[in-house]
């Protein structure tokens, strides 16, 4: 992607001579199985053949796996975008629309994204800041610092900004409109994005809540929720050492229902998961695991300090 870079380092080993990589896809339908008997086998692929061990009774009646998480690794500014909501994805032919969240990875001082339209906006006025080329005036601009959360549901007009390395949680869905592009030569989608936008939506940052009943507040151990949405809620567990093993079941919200898939996020340090009995997984900064729905409880033990971010399925 023309905004991304070139080198992924320290978060991954890959450095690329030609075109810059944007994103970094963690649970995209062509991810690939790296443990265990389905090694090899791609997210699409497990999806087809284990939908309700994956999914649940209860979600497992899909077009595709419910979440996608990926990095992003802006060197510039992303285009202004905007995604749409359910209603609308469903009239083009797509089953649901696209509600997202975006934790900062690491960020520079300064660093903001856009995030809305100032206040008392209309939407004749957006057209001709973009026929005018203006509309960045427009723009809400948010600070964004390391480790905050900024949830934003369909319809929020945004831009992601240079100077952060973003972990986005979404519904699993590429419908984005494109509404201005700072005079780069690349196709806009107006007609659908200027459909797509409303003008008063609940994104924002998100301040980050002790889970009930957690007793590790004080310990060595800190969890905390940090976006809980429709589509989606993202709880985040730090291990201020290593060698302590902290154990997971699903949120209570789920725990009514019959499972969901979690996928787990390595966002630093290093340790292992365990479940069932099975071999424990190792995992490093920047490494993904899911454990499917027909897995409830499993553990975390820390190598050494360690962050970690969980994504479950509604």
């Known amino acids: 992607m023309i905004w991304g870079v070139r080198d992924l380092s320290p978060w991954y080993d890959n450095k690329v001579a030609g075109d810059p990589i944007g994103e970094v896809w963690l649970s995209g339908d062509s991810s690939v199985v790296d443990t265990g008997p389905l090694t090899g086998k791609t997210l699409a692929t497990v999806f087809q053949e284990h939908q309700e061990d994956l999914l649940g009774p209860t979600l497992h009646a899909q077009e595709?796996?419910?979440?996608?998480?990926?990095?992003?690794?802006?060197?510039?500014?992303?285009?202004?975008q905007v995604h749409p909501g359910d209603a609308m994805a469903r009239?083009?032919?797509?089953?649901?629309?696209?509600?997202?969240?975006?934790?900062?990875?690491?960020a520079k001082p300064g660093a903001t994204v856009a995030l809305g339209l100032h206040p008392g906006t209309t939407l004749a006025e957006v057209e001709a800041s973009?026929?005018?080329?203006?509309?960045?005036?427009?723009?809400?601009?948010?600070p964004i610092r390391k480790g905050e959360m900024i949830f934003v549901d369909a319809g929020t007009v945004h831009a992601i900004f240079p100077g952060v390395v973003v972990l986005e949680t979404q519904q699993n869905s590429d419908m984005t409109y494109r509404l201005y592009d700072y005079g780069r030569p690349r196709e806009l989608h107006l007609k659908d994005g200027l459909q797509a936008i409303r003008l008063h939506t609940d994104a924002g940052t998100v301040e980050p809540k002790p889970e009930p009943g957690d007793d590790t507040q004080a310990g060595s151990v800190r969890r905390e929720l940090l976006v809980q949405s429709k589509y989606f809620r993202v709880d985040r567990t730090r291990f201020a050492e290593g060698n302590v093993t902290v154990k997971f079941s699903l949120p209570v919200r789920r725990q009514s229902q019959t499972g969901s898939v979690q996928l787990i996020f390595v966002a630093a340090g290093a340790g292992e998961l365990h479940s069932n009995g099975e071999a424990p997984m190792h995992l490093r900064r920047g490494e993904l695991a899911v454990v499917p729905a027909c897995t409830a409880d499993w553990s975390m033990t820390s190598s050494e300090p360690m962050e970690i971010l969980r994504a479950v399925s509604e």
């Open 64 to 80: 595709r796996f419910p979440l996608l998480m990926k990095v992003l690794f802006p060197q510039e500014k992303l285009s202004v």
């Open 91 to 106: 009239e083009h032919g797509e089953p649901h629309g696209k509600t997202e969240c975006w934790y900062a990875l690491d």
């Open 130 to 142: 973009i026929e005018n080329n203006t509309m960045e005036a427009l723009l809400e601009s948010v």
